[in-house]
């Protein structure tokens, strides 16, 4: 078991050893700042390599979003977090439901701090963690995996697609099983690390560069934002209620008594309170425009200020 383990990770780009780097260790501390630099600064392009097939993905995403379905991001150590870090940061950014994109890494929330053990290695772990949430057709199953190979992350995908669900395999390695097992795959080849298998340095760079495309361009096309201004955003506390304010601003010009005066009327919703402010409707008639255009904003404007639209 463990001859076959190992010679499956000689084949892997993400474990493959740098003989040029095996005495970086006696480098000076800027030298190796620069060596590590220098790496990361090639991520963007592997990243950019990958730009339609991202595309294509999100859009697929977006239309199984906006029929009401849910973005499950699943994966095991380092990419198992970053799926539950991007997924955890929707509620607060976009205003969306906490169940609406979610991350399930292997071993569940004790693995965010803590290795669990042979987690990773279980398919049928995915397939039970998956079962829980109740995978349907409409939902997304993201299976985030830098060796592409990882037992969880391919089960995800598998057993997603036994429920009809939509399914994408990010993963650092060409030909990878994740991606072949995917409608969507993603493969953004970053090469060796600078430690050797280390993939929560490139890899894991270049996974989180991916997911906040993935997530942040569906949130776009889902209207939670009206141009660059994140117009869905929860005002929980003093910063973000700041935001709210500054983003009304931004976005209608208004002054300071009536930006307060309509996100009061409105319950700070943002979007309410610029429709309120630049149609001069009141909140019950901004809530009817933007329900009947599913939260789109700018559709919402585009029948009244053409030219704000």
Known sequence: MYAELRAQ???LTTEAFRPELAEI???STLDLVRTMHAEDATVPAAVAARLPHIADAIDAIAARMTDGGRLVYAGAGTAGRLGVLDASE???TFNTDPAQVVGLIAGGPTALVTAVEGAEDSAELAAADLTALGLGPRDTVVGISASGRTPYAVGAVTFARTRGA??????CNAGSPLAAAADHGIEVVVGPELLTGSTRLKAGTAQKLVLNLISTITMIRLGKTYGNLMVDVRASNEKLR????RIVALATGAPDDEIEAALTATGGEVKHAILVLLTGTDAAEAARRLDATGGHLRAALTPLHPTTA
């Open 90 to 92: 929707c509620p607060p």
């Open 242 to 245: 700041a935001r709210s304010r």
């Open 9 to 11: 990770l000689d084949t």
């Open 25 to 27: 260790d006696r480098l």
């Open 166 to 171: 939509l399914t994408v395999g990010l993963s």
